[in-house]
């Protein structure tokens, strides 16, 4: 169990870290906004199918909600990053 936690958390590391490296390359040659859209919409789509999968289905509170947040995150988190990377 120590090594499959210790696995769990190179993989998050790498993945997460490897992020950002692909956000400053990405950022060259693809504008800024559009390079985070096209992450949270594949992102998106991935966790929608997912919930479908497993029989939930979103509300339209919940639809409201996450729209919302969805570009308030897309906006303050992720677009300032992207745009920030290109800097």
Known sequence: ???QGILA??????VWG???LA???AVETIPPFLTAATRHLIA???LLAWAWRNGERPSKEAWRAGLVLGFL????GHGTLH????K
């Not at 995150?73 to 303050?76: I, K, N, T």
Request: charged share 10%; aromatic share 26%.
């Open 18 to 20: 490897s992020t950002f």
């Open 23 to 25: 956000i400053r390359y």
């Open 83 to 86: 745009w920030a990377e290109q």
């Open 73 to 76: 995150f897309f906006l303050v």
């Open 44 to 46: 998106g789509a991935i």
């Open 1 to 3: 169990m120590r090594i």
């Open 9 to 14: 958390f190179l993989i998050i590391y790498i």
